[in-house]
Every structure is written in structure tokens, then in C-alpha cells.
């Protein structure tokens, strides 16, 4: 299994970063896809979640910013970040589980599911 991030980088607030995370070793429709961020010292949290069977989730501080696609034929899951902010600074990880896309967005849990290593994000002011 394997879920590789990219598209990482450093951009001005207001700007904008399109991640991509390509996945392989599993069945990429059978499981939820998500989003998740860690900012140094603060803990892991769930961005944004999708599966082939429930709408999307945002956190409500990405909701309208942020958009969450699939594109299944190629297993790859992406993260278009819009109106970037410096508190969006975090190195983003993509992850696959098992459940809702609410569930598994804010239950966040590294001991289980698929897990990238991750691409950084920098926000500057």
C-alpha cells in the first residue's frame, strides 16, 4: 500500500496550492479518502474527507476554501486550497479508512488506515 503526497509549497496568503495524493495497494472506491494537517506542537486533524458513497466534509475552518476531488481511474484523491491563510501552515497528510467521511475526518487515527508521509504547506503573511 501506498498513498504519495505532493504539490506542497510556500505561498502568500490569498493564494492558492492544489495537493494531489496518488494511491495504490488497495481498493481506492471501497475506502474514504481524507485530508488531514499537523501544525508544529498542535495535534493532527481531519481537513477534508470523502468516499464514493457520502457527500464531502470540511472542517469549518476550510469550508468554502477548500475543495476535495476524486479521480478514481487514476486512484488519486486532491486538495484544492483556495484563500490560503497563515494558520492553513502544516505539513498535510493524505489518508485511507474505512467509514463516513465525517467519522473518519474527526476521529482521527494514525494507528489505523492507510497513511502518506506527508507535504508541507507554508502560509506566509
Known amino acids: 500500500v501506498q498513498l504519495v503526497e505532493s504539490g506542497g509549497g510556500l505561498v502568500q496568503a490569498g493564494g492558492s496550492l492544489r495537493l494531489s495524493c496518488t494511491t495504490s495497494g488497495f481498493a481506492f472506491e471501497d475506502y474514504t479518502i481524507g485530508w488531514f494537517r499537523q501544525a508544529p506542537g498542535k495535534e493532527r486533524e481531519g481537513v477534508s474527507c470523502i468516499s464514493s458513497t457520502a457527500g464531502p466534509y470540511y472542517r469549518d475552518s476550510v469550508e468554502g476554501r477548500f475543495t476535495i476531488s476524486t479521480h478514481n481511474a487514476v486512484n488519486t484523491v486532491y486538495l484544492q486550497m483556495d484563500g490560503l491563510k497563515p494558520e492553513d501552515t502544516a505539513v498535510y497528510y493524505c489518508?485511507?479508512?474505512?467509514?463516513?467521511?465525517?467519522?473518519?475526518?474527526?476521529?482521527?487515527?494514525?494507528?489505523?488506515?492507510?497513511w502518506g508521509q506527508g507535504t508541507q504547506v507554508t502560509v506566509s503573511s
Open positions: 489518508a485511507a479508512d474505512l467509514g463516513m467521511p465525517k467519522f473518519h475526518c474527526e476521529i482521527v487515527s494514525t494507528s489505523t488506515g492507510f
